[in-house]
């Protein structure tokens, strides 16, 4: 079993910066890919950034490409995105979540992950 729990979310004025961590705890050869989502309210759960297996390229979504940087630690306990310059629009629940079976088509699909942490709250205010 993995154990993901995210920390770092937090109220930021526009323009901030912000660093969540995702620790992962458990069977850590489970957790080939990382990811991080978020979810605002009323929407959907989408794709942020996301590390496809170990070693493997990283991916962002297109609004948070050169402001987020996502990264891992060498022992993969500790997934880390850091969030500058950020915007009113970023405000939203962010899930780590990881899979071991993942294939790239499927990185940015949230029902694609077996393991979830349960989230951190950012707020950005303007």
């Known amino acids: 079993q993995v154990q993901l729990v995210e920390s770092g979310g937090g109220l930021v004025p526009a323009g901030g910066s912000l660093r969540l961590s995702c620790k992962v705890s458990?069977?850590?050869?489970?957790?080939?890919?990382v990811a991080w989502f978020r979810q605002a309210p009323g929407k959907e759960r989408e794709f942020v950034a996301g590390i496809f297996r170990s070693g493997g390229s990283t991916y962002y979504e297109d609004s948070v490409k050169g402001r987020f940087t996502m990264s891992r630690d060498n022992t993969k306990t500790t997934v880390y995105l850091q969030m500058n310059s950020l915007k009113t629009e970023d405000t939203a629940v962010y899930y780590c979540?990881?899979?071991?079976?993942?294939?790239?088509?499927?990185?940015?699909?949230?029902?694609?992950?077996?393991?979830w942490g349960r989230g951190t709250q950012v707020t950005v205010s303007s």
């Open positions: 458990g069977r850590t050869s489970n957790t080939d890919t």
């Open positions: 979540a990881a899979d071991r079976r993942l294939i790239l088509s499927s990185l940015r699909l949230p029902s694609q992950y077996d393991f």
